[in-house]
């Protein structure tokens, strides 16, 4: 893989653009001591996955329908705890450098991945979450539905991932990926300063203070 493969780029949001943890572990401690579960496997479950998906697996005997009104529940735990969210190291220089078309995939709602955002001053093109597609990661169909938008094949984009289960979703999709946290990807990243690098572009300011 080299840059003049990727015509697009796929960026997931929290932990990858949008540096969130802390309110995503203030939501999830909240919510496991609510339902009695351990509140340091809800996290590590539920990094970048979309919150239905973790509820069904700590709470496997409740039905559909409860299933959604805990899920529900721990993604209003989330709205509004946004004191601490910031965009990512380097994620605004990298966005404000990259001249390819570009997305946010996330396990987010939009209601959420909005205020996140918003927050961090990032404004999406192309915005992908949780209430546009059936299945959430690891399934493919967030970052095939990007694809789609965008207009180009999935096997031209780059996506940017800091999750197990994100790599999966795109490698699914037939996508190159790139790797946040130590996690292995046809490009692994210390940070997202390593895109500008790896793309080749120039060093020095861009956007006007």
Not at 8 to 31: C, I, K, P, Q, Y
Request: aromatic share 4%; with cysteine.
């Amino acid at each position: 893989m080299n840059p003049t493969d990727i015509r697009a780029v796929l960026f997931d949001m929290d932990g990858t653009l949008v540096d969130s943890d802390a309110a995503v572990e203030r939501a999830w401690t909240t919510w496991a001591a609510e339902h009695g579960v351990d509140a340091a496997g809800a996290i590590a479950l539920a990094h970048g996955s979309p919150s239905e998906r973790t509820v069904r697996t700590l709470l496997p005997h409740l039905d559909e329908a409860a299933v959604a009104v805990s899920a529900a529940r721990q993604l209003e735990l989330q709205y509004d705890d946004l004191s601490d969210v910031a965009a990512a190291p380097g994620a605004v220089d990298l966005l404000d450098r990259l001249h390819l078309p570009w997305a946010v995939v996330t396990s987010a709602d939009a209601r959420l991945a909005k205020a996140r955002l918003g927050v961090a001053g990032i404004v999406p093109p192309v915005l992908v979450t949780t209430d546009d597609i059936a299945a959430g990661k690891p399934d493919p169909a967030g970052y095939l539905r990007a694809a789609q938008i965008i207009g180009v094949p999935p096997h031209t984009c780059l996506v940017v991932e800091d999750a197990d289960v994100g790599l999966a979703a795109a490698r699914a999709a037939g996508a190159y990926t790139a790797a946040l946290r130590g996690l292995d990807g046809d490009l692994r990243l210390g940070s997202l300063a390593d895109l500008v690098t790896w793309f080749g572009y120039p060093a020095g300011p861009v956007r006007a203070a």
